[in-house]
């Protein structure tokens, strides 16, 4: 990789880090450090893990139940993007979301095993930090947009 080449992705991932919604994000995770050991980490370095490459994707099978951590990186992701909806339209919003296991009786979903949430969420992650901040943002426009164009109803 040329010289250019790594110059542009580090500003590009400068550029991203300085979004409002990755800024949220990082606020929100350095809030859960109660013991202090991110303290010393750069912005990029605690996103490290909300990072999944295209070849470490493909090395996670296609179906496999999430661990504890990435079920938490998705929870920080989605409070986060919920945060980023209160700061901009100052309207309280909080993130639903349910994680179980299928069951076999379950007659929208006859498949047994998995997760009902998809089938693949045990692959939670970004290509890139442009990508992060592109979908989140992208996420918190969409939320906003109704209540800025109906503020009366979004207020009631």
């Not at 606020?27 to 109660?34: C, G, K, N, T, V």
């Not at 912005?43 to 999944?52: G, K, M, P």
Request: glycine share 6%; charged share 25%; aromatic share 8%.
């Amino acid at each position: 990789m040329s010289v250019a080449a790594v110059s542009a992705a580090v500003n590009e991932d400068e550029a991203a880090l300085a979004t409002p919604f990755v800024k949220c994000l990082v606020r929100l995770m350095r809030a859960q450090d109660s013991y202090g050991s991110w303290q010393g980490k750069a912005d990029a370095e605690l996103l490290a893990d909300f990072i999944t490459t295209k070849d470490q994707r493909h090395a996670i099978p296609i179906i496999g139940d999430p661990d504890p951590d990435v079920l938490w990186r998705l929870d920080m992701f989605y409070t986060a993007v919920g945060l980023a909806i209160e700061e901009r339209s100052g309207l309280m919003t909080s993130p639903m979301m349910e994680m179980k296991p299928m069951r076999a009786s379950n007659a929208c979903f006859p498949r047994s095993g998995g997760w009902s949430f998809c089938r693949d969420v045990h692959r939670f992650g970004f290509e890139t930090f442009r990508k992060l901040a592109e979908t989140g943002t992208k996420l918190v426009e969409d939320a906003t947009a109704p209540a800025e164009a109906y503020p009366d109803v979004a207020r009631a």
